[in-house]
C-alpha cells in the first residue's frame, strides 16, 4: 500500500507566490525525503528530515516533520517558472534496508 | 554524488519481446534499486538489485518476469520479460552511494517503455 500521500494532487499558483505541498504516511518511519521530478523525468533529491527533526531549510525550500500526525509539509517561497514540476515525498523505514516508499505526488505550476 | 545513467532512453516494443535497461553509475555505489513508474503515477520499488547475489524483489514483482543483474558496484541491468501493455511505464534505477549519509538516493533519467 502507498506509505506516502500528498495533497494537495495538483496546484497551480502564480510566480511569486508561495507553494506549501502536504504529505502523509501510515507507518514509523527512519527519515522522510522529498524530491522533484521534471515532466517525467528523472528524480532529483530535494532535502531529507530525520524522524527526530522537525524543521528544515535548503535555500527556498522548507520541510516540515510531525512525527505524531505523520505528516510532513513541504514549501516553496517565492516560487519561479521553474519550479514546475512533481513532487513526491518519499519515506524509508529504517531497518538498514534504504528502501524508500513514495507518494502519489502533487503536480505544481507556476504560471510566469 | 553520483551521475546515474540509463539506456535506453526510450524504445517502443513489441507484446511478447523483452528488452534489457542499462543502468552505469559513475562511481562505486553500495546499493541500486529499480523502480517502475506507470503513467501518470508514483514510484513503486521493483528490486533491490544486489552485487553478486540475487536480487531482492517486493511484492508483486518476479525474477522470472523482471530478471535483474548487478556484476558490479557501478553497473546494473533490468530485463522486462514477454511484454505486454500493461508493461508500458517510466522505469527508473536509483544508487546509494557510499557517501557515509544516510538515504540520499540519486536516479537515473528512467528509461520510457511503449508496448505495443
Known amino acids: 500500500s502507498q506509505q506516502g500521500e500528498e495533497d494537495p494532487q495538483a496546484l497551480s499558483i502564480q510566480e511569486g507566490e508561495n507553494a506549501t505541498m502536504n504529505c502523509s504516511y501510515k507507518?514509523?518511519?527512519?527519515?522522510l525525503q522529498w524530491y522533484r521530478q521534471n515532466s517525467g523525468r528523472g528524480l532529483v533529491h530535494l532535502i531529507l528530515?530525520?524522524?527526530?527533526?522537525r524543521e528544515k531549510h535548503s535555500g527556498r525550500l522548507r520541510v516540515t516533520l510531525d512525527t505524531s500526525k505523520k505528516s510532513s509539509s513541504l514549501l516553496i517561497t517565492a516560487s519561479r517558472a521553474a519550479d514546475t514540476a512533481s513532487y513526491f515525498c518519499a519515506t524509508e523505514t529504517g531497518a538498514g534496508s534504504y528502501q524508500l516508499t513514495f507518494g502519489k505526488g502533487t503536480k505544481l505550476s507556476v504560471i510566469p | 554524488s553520483a551521475v546515474i545513467s540509463q539506456k535506453p532512453s526510450r524504445d517502443i516494443c513489441q507484446r511478447g519481446t523483452s528488452l534489457t535497461i542499462q543502468c552505469q553509475v559513475d562511481?562505486?555505489?553500495?546499493?541500486m534499486f529499480w523502480y517502475r513508474q506507470q503513467p501518470g503515477q508514483s514510484l513503486t520499488l521493483i528490486a533491490t538489485?544486489?552485487?553478486?547475489?540475487?536480487?531482492?524483489?517486493e511484492s508483486g514483482f518476479v525474477i522470472d518476469k523482471f530478471p535483474i543483474s548487478r556484476p558490479n558496484l557501478t553497473f546494473s541491468t533490468l530485463t522486462v520479460s514477454n511484454m505486454s501493455p500493461e508493461d508500458s511505464s517510466i522505469y527508473l534505477c536509483?544508487?546509494?552511494?557510499?557517501?557515509?549519509?544516510?538515504?540520499?538516493?540519486?536516479f537515473g533519467p528512467g528509461t520510457r517503455l511503449t508496448v505495443t
Open positions: 528530515i530525520r524522524s527526530n527533526e
Open positions: 562511481s562505486q555505489v553500495t546499493m
Open positions: 538489485a544486489n552485487q553478486g547475489s540475487e536480487a531482492t524483489y
Open positions: 536509483s544508487a546509494l552511494p557510499f557517501s557515509g549519509r544516510i538515504s540520499e538516493q540519486y
Open positions: 507507518t514509523s518511519i527512519n527519515n
